[in-house]
């Protein structure tokens, strides 16, 4: 059974909502979190409010994917990694064809670590994730991060790199719409020294 989640009250100011808002008509905020780049402008105890108001929501609707995303990203922003894997994997089990997941998934894989210090494990099964991510939705940040993984864990370990080469993950993700504040996003939630890599991202 699918079910809609209704926010009554706004997680941030605590105002009552009117039916059909995605909007707070007070303090402005988006009553539905659904991307970490929005939520990476607001402060921590912020993000808290709002993982707070989805918590209590989840102790009755515990399968919503919509409201599981939304908790697995305030996990995310927290660095609460391993809780927001499991929130997105949730959403997967419910909803497997919401291509964010995919990618939200792998970042809580990474835990903001450099993607040169991954396991093999760790690697392979963020790709595994990102090729369905992609299937679905073909994305600009999808093949970025997919390139950004062949490159810093399989070229610079000295590792075999295997198809899709990095250079053509990049070059479809050149061809795709960017959204300039989601690539931000990604890439502040990765541990990148090389700027040459930073570039490419944002040519």
């Not at 089990?93 to 210090?117: F, G, M, T, W």
């Not at 960017?178 to 700027?195: A, F, G, N, Q």
Request: net charge positive.
């Amino acid at each position: 059974m699918n079910v809609t989640l209704k926010i009554v009250e706004c997680p941030q100011c605590g105002a009552p909502v009117r039916q059909q808002r995605q909007q707070c008509e007070y303090c402005q905020v988006a009553l539905k979190v659904q991307t970490l780049s929005y939520l990476d402008h607001f402060d921590q105890s912020s993000v808290k409010k709002y993982l707070q108001h989805y918590k209590s929501i989840h102790t009755t609707f515990p399968d919503v994917p919509e409201l599981n995303m939304s908790i697995g990203l305030c996990h995310l922003n927290l660095g609460l990694y391993d809780m927001a894997r499991n929130h997105f994997l949730k959403v997967i089990e419910v909803e497997p064809d919401r291509s964010e997941a995919y990618y939200y998934v792998s970042l809580s894989i990474i835990k903001k670590r450099k993607p040169k210090n991954l396991n093999l494990r760790e690697a392979k099964q963020i790709e595994r994730f990102l090729e369905i991510a992609i299937r679905i939705t073909p994305t600009a940040k999808f093949y970025y991060l997919w390139a950004i993984l062949k490159y810093e864990y399989y070229y610079k370990n000295g590792l075999r790199v295997t198809s899709p080469h990095y250079d053509e993950l990049f070059a479809e993700g050149h061809a795709c719409k960017k959204d300039h504040s989601e690539l931000k996003s990604l890439l502040d939630h990765l541990t990148i020294e090389d700027p040459a890599l930073l570039k490419v991202v944002f040519a």
